[in-house]
């Protein structure tokens, strides 16, 4: 792409300069100009300019370099050889924009003495890159996003989905600027534009306030990362056939490399159960009051074996680590039954549960914002009705 300036047409209101986020304009004998160290051919002096003075242009060359691309790839997270669920999502979805493009899904499982190939195409992919080699047995960030730029490189898909982990989030934006393309982080939402074929990348924006649809028009590939748990995974067809095809690195392969040792992994213990794999979620809020009171929710949890979940709100103040914050900046759930006790209900925790089949909300105020996505509402003191609870619980289940 290029930018330049009609002179002709430029009547010098300076609108560009004010527009430009990058302070690339200025004016010189009352004509716009571009300092092409500072442009980034972002357009918003473009469409901000009444006169038609500026123009970006699009290379014919950039279009069918564009068009080379086809398919639609996911990231196969594991860990010690397991398939972690969030690649199972992320086939599902894959495997449905790969049908709305009419092109083949493909995965890439990295890893040390991997079997699990044929699991990946039973779960709908068409081919499986694996690449074996002691280096790439646990996560390394180097080795990890070599490996998957040479492989990108050389098959060219249109579209890469990673899952947004720990994992995930370190290597796609080193994916992504090693390729030099876009990347849009935290997806809830993929679909396709059937006319010009983009990936509408669609994600919380603003704090929450807003859904945004992000675009990546003129590089490739398309780069996404996918929450936990917002993406039903794909079902198993053990008839599915697929192709898998092993890439080898020589030992000494500098896509092998890494600065960096794994001297010991080490796993947070917890006597609970991890949130984002639980089918109930016990939550407790600001309105527990104290620190002391997450035992009445850890006792409703442990009682119809649940996790404990927390907002923001009490993970902020010290009450409970950051593991169990469930929201926009903490983890996205989907269990069947979600118990929100003492909490308001704000965009951002509601980003992170609101897909939960049964949501029952506990709070002493009726108007709280919560009741609006309740299945079933309690008003009343969270710490009359959550022990009044677990004991009605404790005599029904015979404990
Ligand atoms: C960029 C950004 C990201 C964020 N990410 C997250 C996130 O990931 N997760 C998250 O949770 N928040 C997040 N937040 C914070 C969010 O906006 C809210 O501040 C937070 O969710 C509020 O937590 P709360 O509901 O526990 O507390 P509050 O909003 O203070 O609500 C407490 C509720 O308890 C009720 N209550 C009080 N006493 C009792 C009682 N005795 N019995 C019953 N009910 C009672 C009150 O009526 C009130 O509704 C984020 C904010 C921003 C700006």
């Given amino acids: 792409m290029s930018i330049e300036i009609v002179q002709q047409k430029c009547v010098g209101c300076q609108l560009c300069i004010k527009v430009c986020p990058y302070a690339a304009m200025e004016m010189v004998n009352k004509i716009a100009v571009i300092d092409f160290d500072k442009c980034t051919l972002c357009g918003a002096c473009v469409s901000e300019c009444k006169f038609d003075a500026i123009v970006l242009r699009r290379h014919h060359e950039d279009k069918e370099k564009l068009t080379a691309y086809k398919g639609v790839w996911i990231f196969c997270e594991q860990k010690k050889g397991v398939v972690q669920s969030i690649s199972y999502e992320l086939l599902g979805e894959g495997r449905r924009l790969a049908d709305?493009?009419?092109?083949?899904?493909?995965?890439?499982?990295?890893?040390?003495?991997?079997?699990?190939?044929?699991?990946?195409?039973?779960?709908?992919?068409?081919?499986?890159?694996?690449?074996?080699?002691?280096?790439?047995?646990?996560?390394?960030?180097?080795?990890?996003?070599?490996?998957?730029?040479?492989?990108?490189?050389?098959?060219?898909?249109?579209?890469?989905?990673?899952?947004?982990?720990?994992?995930g989030r370190s290597l796609a934006p080193r994916i992504a600027t090693k390729l030099r393309t876009g990347l849009t982080a935290d997806c809830t939402s993929l679909d396709i534009d059937d006319e010009t074929r983009n990936l509408l990348q669609t994600r919380p924006a603003f704090g929450g306030n807003i859904m945004a649809t992000i675009l990546c028009t003129d590089y490739r590939p398309q780069m996404a990362t996918v929450r936990h748990k917002v993406m039903k995974e794909a079902l198993i067809d053990k008839k599915r056939k697929g192709q898998v095809i092993l890439k080898e690195y020589q030992k000494k392969s500098p896509s092998l490399a890494s600065r960096t040792t794994i001297i010991e992994?080490?796993?947070?213990?917890?006597?609970?159960?991890?949130?984002?794999?639980?089918?109930?979620?016990?939550?407790?809020?600001?309105?527990?009051?104290?620190?002391?009171?997450?035992?009445?929710?850890?006792?409703?949890?442990?009682?119809?074996?649940?996790?404990?979940?927390?907002?923001?709100?009490?993970?902020?103040?010290?009450?409970?680590?950051?593991?169990?914050?469930?929201?926009?900046?903490?983890?996205?759930?989907?269990?069947?039954?979600?118990?929100a006790c003492g909490i308001s209900g704000q965009i951002q925790h509601l980003i992170g549960m609101q897909s939960s089949k049964i949501i029952v909300a506990i709070n002493k105020d009726p108007n709280a914002p919560i009741f609006k996505i309740a299945t079933y509402g309690i008003v009343g003191d969270v710490c009359e009705v959550v022990p009044a609870l677990t004991k009605a619980f404790k005599k029904a289940l015979g404990k």
């Fill in 100 to 167: 709305r493009l009419g092109v083949e899904l493909s995965s890439i499982l990295l890893g040390h003495a991997i079997v699990k190939a044929d699991d990946l195409i039973q779960r709908g992919a068409d081919k499986v890159y694996v690449v074996d080699a002691p280096v790439l047995e646990n996560y390394q960030d180097e080795p990890y996003t070599n490996v998957c730029v040479d492989l990108i490189e050389e098959h060219k898909p249109e579209i890469v989905l990673i899952g947004a982990t720990t994992i």
């Fill in 265 to 339: 992994t080490v796993e947070e213990l917890s006597s609970t159960i991890n949130i984002a794999e639980a089918d109930i979620i016990v939550t407790g809020g600001r309105g527990i009051g104290k620190t002391e009171n997450f035992s009445m929710i850890e006792e409703l949890a442990k009682t119809i074996g649940g996790a404990v979940g927390a907002s923001r709100a009490t993970v902020d103040a010290g009450w409970i680590p950051y593991s169990h914050q469930v929201g926009q900046t903490g983890k996205t759930v989907c269990p069947k039954v979600y118990i």
